[in-house]
């Protein structure tokens, strides 16, 4: 080989050897990733970046969202809750509504029925103060007929006297009854 050859070589070695150690320079300051190590940190990159003012704002428009979403659930929840007790009050004013309806139709039929019961004694008071003037063996004819439990009360009211004169004129098997109902009271 002639020095010229040798020369040429040697120039292209360099050449290349240069090439290679420059672009690896290159990469080792702009991407020292790509060569399978850590990021250098630059002398320029030291100093602590600014956060952008939109990103603040960003983040303290999402703060304030997240904490009026808690408050909207909370609220939404009392809401719920507030609702589930209406229901139930209701229902409960409800089935007192019913019991006190219940009730006055009770008092009314008691009512009614002692309405029935008082003016059935004046009208039993009546024919006794009747029967008490009337002839015996009418008014045993009358009762002979008549239930056991009412010829004991019309009995019953009627003066004493009375009332053993019609029982003497009664049937037997009726007086026994009356006399029975009479005893049983």
């Known amino acids: 080989m002639s020095g010229k050859q040798l020369l040429f070589i040697v120039l292209i070695t360099s050449v290349s050897f240069l090439g290679i150690l420059g672009a690896g320079g290159y990469l080792y300051y702009t991407n020292p990733e790509a060569l399978g190590l850590p990021k250098?940190?630059?002398?320029?990159?030291?100093?602590?970046?600014?956060?952008?003012?939109?990103?603040?704002?960003?983040?303290?428009?999402?703060k304030q969202n997240d904490s009026l979403a808690k408050k909207m659930q909370t609220f939404n929840d009392s809401l719920l809750q507030a609702n589930n007790?209406?229901?139930?009050?209701?229902?409960?004013?409800?089935?007192?509504?019913?019991?006190?309806n219940q009730q006055e139709k009770e008092q009314k039929a008691a009512q009614q029925k002692a309405e029935?019961?008082?003016?059935?004694?004046?009208?039993?008071?009546?024919?006794?103060?009747?029967?008490?003037?009337?002839?015996?063996?009418?008014?045993a004819k009358i009762l002979a007929k008549a239930d056991t439990k009412y010829a004991a009360d019309i009995l019953k009211m009627m003066k004493r006297k009375s009332a053993a004169k019609v029982m003497e004129k009664l049937p037997t098997d009726k007086a026994v009854a009356v006399a029975n109902s009479i005893a049983k009271e």
Not at 86 to 99: G, M, Y
Request: glycine share 2%; charged share 30%; no cysteine.
């Open 85 to 100: 007790r209406t229901d139930s009050l209701k229902n409960v004013a409800q089935s007192l509504k019913s019991q006190v």
């Open 40 to 62: 250098r940190v630059m002398p320029g990159d030291t100093a602590v970046k600014q956060p952008n003012p939109f990103e603040l704002e960003a983040q303290q428009l999402r």
């Open 116 to 139: 029935r019961d008082t003016l059935r004694l004046k009208n039993m008071q009546a024919f006794a103060e009747m029967y008490d003037k009337a002839d015996p063996e009418e008014v």
